[in-house]
């Protein structure tokens, strides 16, 4: 080996393999990219963006952790420097520092990726895991007639939306105060959308809820600065004042105890808030007081 070929094995290939494209991954990518690095960045996931990106707010500064990772992928789906190495696994590691051989599993999409936008239709609509459901006769759920008149009322007066979903649940959630499992089977009958896809809707935004819920929601705000300020101690009064714990409802269907993440009223913390009526300043000697004006 000549001196040239020593020299040119001790230089570095200039390539980087980040394995997970959580926030970590994904601006480690970045730093190494603008650094002049190529950069292969696998993630097991069909998209980037890991747990944060299903957050709300992020400790300890609430800031909307959607508008801190919504930049970096944006950047990191565009970077030249960056390769986006989805629904794949690291399958072995070889080598030394600075001349590692990397084997990656990379699982079938069945898709264009240069068109996917990570919105999940296609696995809703693929024909192979769907095919036991194609035939499926679709029968009509029978409700009771008061049940059956409302919901046909919220029906007709969403009709004309292109995507009626989210209002009708809205409306239905303010009828029954919850949303009753007969009546999720009445509307995915009369809108022809699938109970699974209504579920996936219900359960992804708290507004809904699939237990009945009591004539008034109390909920108690534990932000940083509420939780500072004794939220803890209010949540913990309250449930054993009222005999449940947060989440749930008392036997007579009067209350319904629920923790939030944020009000919005910081500076007037700590803050509960009954049915729409926000409380400030509440003490743990007289939050008891706020319930019995209901």
Known sequence: MNSNDQQNNKKPIGAVAVVGAGIG????????????????????????????????KTFPTNDCSMCIIS?????????????????????????????????????????DESLCTGCGECTNQCLVRNRAYLDVQMIEPTLGEDEKMAVDEIL?????????LIPVLQDINGRFNYLPPPIL???????????????????????FSLEPRGKHMVSVCMGTACHVRGGERLLEKLEDELGIKSGQTTEDKKYSLEMVRCIGCCALSPVIRVDERVYSRVRYNTVMDTLMKY
Do not use: W
């Open 156 to 164: 007709e007066r969403h009709k004309e939306n292109r995507s009626p």
């Open 185 to 207: 089977s009445y509307v995915s009958f009369k809108l022809n959308i699938s109970l699974a896809h209504i579920l996936r809707v219900a359960t992804f935004y708290a507004f």
């Open 25 to 56: 991954g994904i601006q480690a990518s970045l730093d190494l990219a603008n650094s002049g690095f190529k950069v292969y960045l696998v993630e097991e996931e069909p998209t980037i963006g890991g747990r944060m990106a299903q957050l709300d």
């Open 71 to 111: 930049p970096k992928l944006v950047e990191c789906g565009g970077h030249p420097n960056i390769e986006n190495i989805t629904c794949s696994d690291l399958i072995d590691l070889k080598g030394k520092p600075g001349h590692f051989t990397v084997s990656i599993k990379r699982r079938a999409r069945s898709v």
